[in-house]
């Protein structure tokens, strides 16, 4: 029977699904009052031919492809080479050669399309099974990073490190709930508990946008398992444990003076007039060169459509690929106002639409999955990419909070991971036919069928 199911993962789960089904039938014969050898024969005969069976089972269970998926991962991933490529003064730095910036582009696009490959054809389930081992290992690394790079390249390590946090602590968080499914309040205490590391490596390092990020997905995450009983204390009393976290936490933060300076940075965010000079400069300058964007544009009309008192980088030669101007920061988290400041910003929002677009998908169809860690991963994953979008455009917009990247499409360390968590989530979907849960219990231990099962 088991040459008739062609997915080698399968074969395992759909085995042991199919054991349990004739033990639970010669279990009902022997309280029939069957002899135990009649009743084992009897349950192998009402199974039916083996080869149907399996191949009943082969065209139920296999592999479901997300070739739409994986043509826009890739496709974005694409487009983010080009525009590092071509706004190379904004995205590896100033002077940076053609062939430098195309070949760390491109190796980055190799090594994505590897992690997403990778990623896409894991065993999801495997992770899950270690997943308070992947959420110590995700405090580890900082730490292992923090001893290691003033041997390795000192430079590289703050935005190596930024990139970790802000990408993979939120699935960490995730896996990390997911180990205390129906620990009763006892899980949902150490569920909040297992967040207090996290951020305060998001802290140390320090990176806001990470802590956003992290209590954001974490927060969402904590309400749907809530709101699903997933802790066994019922919904509305999880939902309401859940939620005086962030309560209790904003009073701590009105009480520390932190509330306050947020929101008179917000206040400045949203009127860049009210300090230009400090923490509105960089706001009130993007909102200059909003100011005359407009929605198209050719590179050759390009022409004086920036106003005269904003510094802008004048090209007098050939080595950009397009010429002409670039904003006044060479910060990478900028390439997209460049886009628009050379494109227009229609080309813009098309971009920012189909990012969106792809991680709307993702939550979507992660939502309708029938493996729940799945979900979770998913969830996480989502979440963590949305937000980045919206901060990277909030930033590039002029409404300037922290520092946030454009996934895909900004940074090439970055996109190797936005690549793999994307194929983590696609991997979900791929495998959802065979995904299993394991039993809060261990089963009660049954006198075994013994059936014989060969491979070939």
Request: hydrophobic fraction near 50%.
């Amino acid at each position: 029977m088991q040459e008739q199911i062609r997915w080698k993962r399968a074969r395992p789960v759909l085995i042991q699904e199919l054991e349990r089904h004739l033990e639970d039938q010669r279990d009902d014969l022997l309280k029939e009052g069957k002899p135990a050898e009649e009743a084992e024969r009897l349950a192998v005969e009402d199974m039916g031919d083996p080869v149907t069976i399996g191949t009943e089972l082969d065209r139920v269970h296999r592999p479901r492809p997300q070739w739409g998926l994986l043509g826009m991962t890739i496709a974005l991933a694409v487009i983010g080479v080009v525009l590092r490529v071509a706004f190379r003064d904004v995205s590896e730095g100033p002077n940076t050669g053609l062939n430098a910036a195309l070949e760390k582009a491109l190796v980055s696009l190799g090594l994505g399309t590897a992690a997403l490959l990778g990623m896409y054809f894991l065993d999801v389930s495997r992770l899950v099974r270690h997943a308070r081992t992947v959420y110590i290992g995700s405090l580890i690394v900082p730490a292992l990073l923090n001893t290691i790079h003033p041997y390795l390249y000192p430079h590289l390590y703050p935005s190596y490190l930024f990139t970790l946090t802000v990408v993979l602590y939120p699935l960490a968080y995730a896996l990390w709930l997911y180990s205390f499914r129906g620990k009763g309040w006892k899980g949902v205490l150490l569920t909040i508990l297992g967040g207090v590391p996290l951020a305060a490596v998001c802290c140390l390092i320090p990176s806001s946008s990470a802590l956003f990020i992290l209590l954001f997905s974490g927060l969402a995450v904590t309400l749907y398992a809530a709101g699903r009983d997933f802790f066994g204390v019922g919904r509305k009393k999880g939902l309401a444990a859940v939620l005086a976290v962030p309560a209790v936490l904003l009073a701590w933060l009105l009480s520390q003076g932190y509330l306050h300076s947020f929101l008179g940075r917000l206040k400045i965010a949203l009127s860049h007039e009210l300090d230009p000079q400090n923490k509105g400069f960089m706001g009130w300058m993007l909102h200059m060169f909003w100011k005359d964007v407009p929605p198209l544009r050719h590179h050759e009309s390009f022409g004086a459509a920036i106003q005269a008192g904003v510094r802008v980088r004048v090209y007098t030669d050939n080595t950009n690929i397009f010429g002409g101007k670039l904003p006044f920061d060479y910060s990478s988290d900028l390439l997209p106002v460049s886009v628009a400041v050379h494109w227009g910003w229609v080309p813009l929002l098309v971009l920012l639409a189909a990012l969106e677009g792809l991680f709307l998908w993702l939550l979507i169809k992660g939502l309708r999955q029938s493996y729940l860690p799945g979900r979770f991963v998913v969830l996480a994953v989502t979440l963590t990419l949305g937000l980045q979008t919206l901060f990277s455009a909030a930033l590039n917009f002029g409404f300037v909070l922290f520092s946030a990247s454009l996934p895909l499409v900004v940074g090439n360390f970055q996109t190797v991971l936005d690549m793999a968590l994307i194929g983590l989530a696609l991997s979900v979907f791929r495998g959802d036919s065979i995904a299993r849960e394991e039993p809060e219990k261990p089963l009660r231990p049954r006198r075994r069928l013994r059936i014989k099962f060969e491979y070939q």
